[in-house]
């Protein structure tokens, strides 16, 4: 059966409300506050849209909100008891998620009104303050499994849509004018044109001009500071011919308007720089609800429990200073360097170190920034301030690094020889009219940079890579910016962290070595490791399917070395060869839990990481073509399963700090590779800034990954060389559109050099040559994406 809230597989045992089935109680919860609401619809919008979370009790995790300067971040507004915020939700997904969200004013009646903004996952919600406290409307939020994700980085709102805000202004005033100067222009198109009244002809040259300049002179500034900016460190880019194209266009046509001999070609000159800022724009627009540019801010809490004279006490982080005593319980981030003081600590160093293992500390050893606690809670002392941890200084490390600039892109390389081109055979027009027909010969070089001026050339890479990024995105994958497709084109490394990379970090499989075990020591074993939560203790109890359990007496855990208790009326030891048998393990190369049972031991289980699905395929392919090297954080327990795949030991590297993942891309730069780099976690950051190109891969897309130039889909792992291979596609269709543009030129320039090019004309051909390359190279791109990266 089908869970009716999410949709999850509910088992042989569902939890049953009302004769329906649902997969946990926290799914039953959420069904039974929505039923009790009358908020039914919910379903009926999209059946089974639910969001599955591990039921947990809130308790304080969110009393943190109720700090009046946390508050006064938080808020957007905040006056005469209205208050409104604005929350980022990950996990936003659907029609039934929107509705429900913008229908919480029916579950309290604090709140007054509430709205969703999709492709960001935010929601605003307005509520009265004197009768919801934001704590409150948090953890309403929580209570329906639609939890809001609250970071130091949230806290800071930095404001990121003021440039998107300016080029759609810039849009606007280009796009106004252009539609009125085609209606000024709009006579001189049509037979007899030539006749309209002198008067009326000058009247609509000048309305032409005055509303030509705010475009030429504020809409197309970016395009002259980036031609300067080339040419200032001696490079041509396609801003260059396009800034002359622009210039020539306007001062001849301003030439003709105040001389009274036409009204020149303002409207090919400002549908230039409308088409060339909607390319600009399609480029840029992104994925606005993913972050690329991400530092401890986005994985820190904004604020922790600090113990002060026995009481517990929320604090903002910003706040915390040595050597306050801080609590952290089960799955909290420590935020951090500190000592530990009480309780038994497993650190989770995975993000961090990309060890797989938690590793085990006691009283009065240190631990380091970005680990995360497994199990009950511990009390820590701390000894560094958090802008001065372990974690923090590898992130400001990381990012002295320049970002990658790409100079030698391909339109610029094809503007350098296009600019120098047009310039001779301009310059060779006006030589040949000068010495056979003067008159000719300013009007024959202006004529030449008119036609030539490469709006085809330069729309083509924005909406071939625009078109690109789209189709990825579609099917999972997530990209900076366009120059990553250019950049992926060129690699021929590809390195790929193995912990959360190439394995599956919250799952591992266990497998028994040794005498088969009888159903009833099965349910011993399922039984004790049933009350430990380390992770080896969970992946050997779900490793046993359908057994009872029974009570464990006695149980104890002891750090690092087991776990042990008298179940069913037998004594039984879990945990480390050295801690069952006394002696050191005779299998080191792999992660083993051993099993002593009245007595006698039984075995061990072999612990190993799950590979993504689809691994063997995707290294198959790409060995093919890339040289492959594994680098991990972790030991070599996993060496003989990856050697097979990788088909070389020397290049499979275990036991790699950060700084060696960075130091190995370093040297495989120096020797003249180009390297993509695949991770997951913090540990690959350096090695992922410094590398040509930086993936990551990410369960969930929106929640916290490293800085990076991709983000892929887990679930889309199988189809990475198919991403990798469209690139190759994505620049021959540029290649195909510039043969197009260049077509459309020598037909333009065939008038020009005679000294024949009329407004009419340029005002035909340059719309004609613009419109055909962004259809052909957008349906191109759409078409192919279907064909060449087919949905698995």
Same mark, same amino acid.
């Given at each position: 059966?089908?869970?009716?809230?999410?949709?999850?597989?509910?088992?042989?045992?569902?939890?049953?409300?009302?004769?329906?089935?649902?997969?946990?109680?926290?799914?039953?919860?959420?069904?039974?506050?929505?039923?009790?609401?009358?908020?039914?619809?919910?379903?009926?919008?999209?059946?089974?849209?639910?969001?599955?979370?591990?039921?947990?009790?809130?308790?304080?995790?969110?009393?943190?909100?109720?700090?009046?300067?946390?508050?006064?971040?938080?808020?957007?507004?905040?006056?005469?008891?209205?208050?409104?915020?604005?929350?980022?939700?990950?996990?936003?997904?659907?029609?039934?998620?929107?509705?429900?969200?913008?229908?919480?004013?029916?579950?309290?009646?604090?709140?007054?009104?509430?709205?969703?903004?999709?492709?960001?996952?935010?929601?605003?919600?307005?509520?009265?303050?004197?009768?919801?406290?934001?704590?409150?409307?948090?953890?309403?939020?929580?209570?329906?499994?639609?939890?809001?994700?609250?970071?130091?980085?949230?806290?800071?709102?930095?404001?990121?849509?003021?440039?998107?805000?300016?080029?759609?202004?810039?849009?606007?005033?280009?796009?106004?004018?252009?539609?009125?100067?085609?209606?000024?222009?709009?006579?001189?198109?049509?037979?007899?044109?030539?006749?309209?009244?002198?008067?009326?002809?000058?009247?609509?040259?000048?309305?032409?001009? &005055?509303?030509?300049?705010?475009?030429?002179?504020?809409?197309?500034?970016?395009?002259?500071?980036?031609?300067?900016?080339?040419?200032?460190?001696?490079?041509?880019?396609?801003?260059?011919?396009?800034?002359?194209?622009?210039?020539?266009? *306007?001062?001849?046509?301003?030439? %003709?308007?105040?001389?009274?001999?036409?009204?020149?070609?303002?409207?090919?000159?400002?549908?230039?720089?409308?088409?060339?800022? &909607? /390319?600009?724009?399609?480029?840029?627009?992104?994925?606005?609800?993913?972050?690329?540019?991400?530092?401890?801010?986005?994985?820190?809490?904004?604020?922790?429990?600090?113990?002060?004279?026995?009481?517990?006490?929320?604090?903002?982080?910003?706040?915390?200073?040595?050597?306050?005593?801080?609590?952290?319980?089960?799955?909290?981030?420590?935020?951090?360097?500190?000592?530990?003081?009480?309780?038994?600590?497993?650190?989770?160093?995975?993000?961090?170190?990309?060890?797989?293992?938690?590793?085990?500390?006691?009283?009065?050893?240190?631990?380091?920034?970005?680990?995360?606690?497994?199990?009950?809670?511990?009390?820590?002392?701390? #000894?560094?301030?958090?802008?001065?941890?372990?974690?923090?200084?590898?992130?400001?490390?990381?990012?002295?690094?320049?970002?990658?600039?790409?100079?030698?892109?391909?339109?610029?390389?094809?503007?350098?020889? *296009?600019?120098?081109?047009?310039?001779?055979?301009?310059?060779?027009?006006?030589?040949?009219?000068?010495?056979?027909?003067?008159?000719?010969?300013?009007?024959?070089?202006?004529?030449?940079?008119?036609?030539?001026?490469?709006?085809?050339?330069?729309?083509?890479?924005?909406?071939?890579? /625009?078109?690109?990024?789209?189709?990825?995105?579609?099917?999972?994958?997530?990209?900076?910016?366009?120059?990553?497709?250019?950049?992926?084109?060129?690699?021929?490394?590809?390195?790929?962290?193995?912990?959360?990379?190439?394995?599956?970090?919250?799952?591992?499989?266990?497998?028994?070595?040794?005498?088969?075990?009888?159903?009833?020591?099965?349910?011993?074993?399922?039984?004790?490791?049933?009350?430990?939560?380390?992770?080896?203790?969970?992946?050997?109890?779900?490793?046993?399917?359908?057994?009872?359990?029974?009570?464990?007496?006695?149980?104890? %855990?002891?750090?690092?070395?087991?776990?042990?208790?008298?179940?069913?009326?037998?004594?039984?030891?879990?945990?480390?060869?050295?801690? #069952?048998?006394?002696?050191?393990?005779?299998?080191?190369?792999?992660?083993?839990?051993?099993?002593?049972?009245?007595?006698?031991?039984?075995?061990?289980?072999?612990?190993?990481?799950?590979?993504?699905?689809?691994?063997?395929?995707?290294?198959?392919?790409?060995?093919?073509?890339?040289?492959?090297?594994?680098?991990?954080?972790?030991?070599?327990?996993?060496?003989?399963?990856?050697?097979?795949?990788?088909?070389?030991?020397?290049?499979?590297?275990?036991?790699?700090?950060?700084?060696?993942?960075?130091?190995?891309?370093?040297?495989?730069?120096?020797? /003249?590779?180009?390297?993509?780099?695949?991770?997951?976690?913090?540990?690959?950051?350096?090695?992922?800034?410094?590398?040509?190109?930086?993936?990551?891969?990410?369960?969930?897309?929106?929640?916290?990954?490293?800085?990076?130039?991709?983000?892929?889909?887990?679930?889309?792992?199988?189809?990475?060389?198919?991403?990798?291979?469209?690139?190759?596609?994505?620049?021959?269709?540029?290649?195909?559109?510039?043969?197009?543009?260049?077509?459309?030129? *020598?037909?333009?320039?065939?008038?020009?050099?005679?000294?024949?090019?009329?407004?009419?004309?340029?005002?035909?051909?340059?719309?004609?040559?613009?419109?055909? #390359?962004?259809?052909?190279?957008?349906?191109?791109?759409?078409?192919?994406?279907?064909?060449?990266?087919?949905?698995?």
């Amino acid at each position: 059966m089908s869970c009716v809230h999410c949709g999850e597989d509910c088992g042989k045992h569902p939890v049953m409300w009302e004769d329906k089935p649902f997969c946990c109680n926290g799914c039953s919860t959420v069904y039974q506050i929505l039923n009790e609401n009358k908020l039914q619809k919910y379903y009926d919008i999209q059946p089974m849209s639910g969001i599955k979370v591990e039921q947990a009790d809130v308790g304080n995790k969110y009393s943190y909100i109720d700090n009046k300067e946390i508050q006064d971040q938080l808020l957007d507004f905040s006056d005469g008891g209205i208050s409104k915020v604005t929350l980022f939700i990950p996990s936003i997904h659907c029609a039934s998620c929107i509705w429900l969200l913008e229908n919480l004013y029916i579950m309290h009646k604090g709140i007054i009104a509430s709205s969703v903004n999709f492709p960001k996952k935010t929601v605003n919600i307005t509520f009265n303050d004197n009768i919801v406290t934001l704590r409150q409307v948090v953890e309403l939020l929580v209570s329906i499994h639609y939890i809001p994700e609250i970071t130091l980085d949230h806290l800071e709102k930095k404001e990121s849509g003021k440039s998107e805000k300016s080029l759609l202004l810039k849009i606007g005033i280009s796009g106004f004018s252009f539609m009125n100067v085609m209606l000024y222009n709009f006579p001189e198109y049509l037979p007899g044109g030539d006749e309209l009244s002198s008067m009326f002809t000058r009247f609509f040259g000048i309305m032409s001009f &005055i509303l030509a300049l705010p475009v030429v002179i504020y809409c197309a500034k970016d395009y002259y500071l980036s031609a300067f900016k080339g040419l200032k460190h001696k490079m041509i880019n396609i801003d260059v011919p396009i800034t002359l194209g622009i210039i020539t266009l *306007f001062i001849q046509s301003s030439y %003709e308007v105040i001389t009274g001999d036409g009204i020149g070609y303002m409207d090919s000159l400002i549908g230039l720089i409308f088409f060339l800022l &909607i /390319g600009k724009w399609y480029q840029g627009k992104t994925y606005s609800a993913l972050s690329f540019e991400r530092d401890y801010k986005s994985y820190f809490p904004v604020a922790v429990t600090k113990i002060n004279d026995g009481k517990e006490e929320t604090v903002p982080l910003s706040e915390l200073r040595v050597p306050d005593r801080i609590l952290i319980r089960n799955q909290e981030i420590i935020p951090a360097d500190s000592i530990l003081i009480t309780g038994e600590a497993n650190i989770d160093y995975s993000f961090v170190t990309g060890e797989s293992i938690p590793v085990t500390k006691k009283s009065g050893d240190n631990i380091f920034a970005g680990g995360r606690q497994m199990g009950s809670s511990i009390e820590i002392e701390v #000894v560094k301030e958090v802008e001065q941890s372990y974690l923090t200084q590898l992130w400001n490390q990381e990012n002295k690094k320049d970002n990658k600039v790409q100079l030698n892109t391909l339109i610029n390389k094809v503007s350098e020889y *296009f600019t120098v081109i047009i310039l001779l055979i301009a310059l060779v027009s006006a030589v040949y009219w000068m010495f056979n027909d003067p008159k000719l010969a300013l009007f024959a070089f202006t004529s030449v940079l008119i036609i030539a001026c490469p709006c085809a050339l330069a729309l083509t890479v924005p909406f071939t890579f /625009g078109s690109t990024m789209r189709q990825f995105g579609r099917k999972g994958f997530y990209i900076k910016n366009t120059d990553v497709i250019e950049n992926l084109r060129g690699i021929n490394s590809i390195i790929f962290d193995k912990t959360g990379t190439i394995t599956i970090n919250s799952t591992m499989k266990a497998q028994f070595i040794g005498k088969e075990l009888d159903d009833e020591q099965l349910s011993i074993v399922k039984s004790l490791a049933s009350n430990s939560s380390h992770p080896l203790s969970a992946t050997v109890k779900d490793s046993i399917k359908n057994r009872n359990t029974f009570i464990v007496e006695n149980y104890r %855990e002891f750090p690092s070395l087991g776990i042990s208790g008298v179940v069913n009326g037998k004594r039984v030891n879990m945990g480390s060869c050295k801690f #069952v048998t006394g002696k050191d393990d005779p299998n080191p190369e792999s992660t083993n839990v051993y099993v002593f049972i009245d007595d006698k031991v039984h075995g061990y289980f072999k612990i190993e990481n799950s590979y993504r699905p689809g691994l063997k395929s995707v290294i198959n392919k790409l060995k093919k073509v890339y040289q492959l090297f594994l680098l991990s954080g972790d030991n070599q327990a996993e060496k003989k399963n990856l050697s097979p795949l990788f088909g070389s030991e020397s290049n499979l590297l275990f036991n790699q700090s950060p700084a060696d993942k960075m130091k190995f891309v370093e040297e495989r730069k120096k020797k /003249g590779e180009k390297v993509l780099m695949i991770g997951d976690g913090l540990n690959d950051a350096g090695a992922l800034i410094e590398s040509d190109v930086g993936l990551t891969i990410a369960d969930d897309i929106y929640s916290f990954s490293p800085a990076c130039d991709g983000i892929i889909e887990s679930s889309r792992f199988k189809q990475l060389p198919e991403f990798i291979r469209f690139t190759n596609t994505s620049i021959l269709i540029v290649i195909i559109s510039f043969i197009i543009s260049f077509l459309y030129n *020598f037909v333009g320039l065939y008038f020009a050099v005679q000294g024949n090019l009329s407004p009419i004309i340029a005002a035909i051909l340059m719309p004609i040559s613009s419109v055909s #390359v962004v259809a052909f190279a957008t349906f191109s791109i759409n078409y192919l994406a279907g064909r060449l990266i087919p949905d698995f």
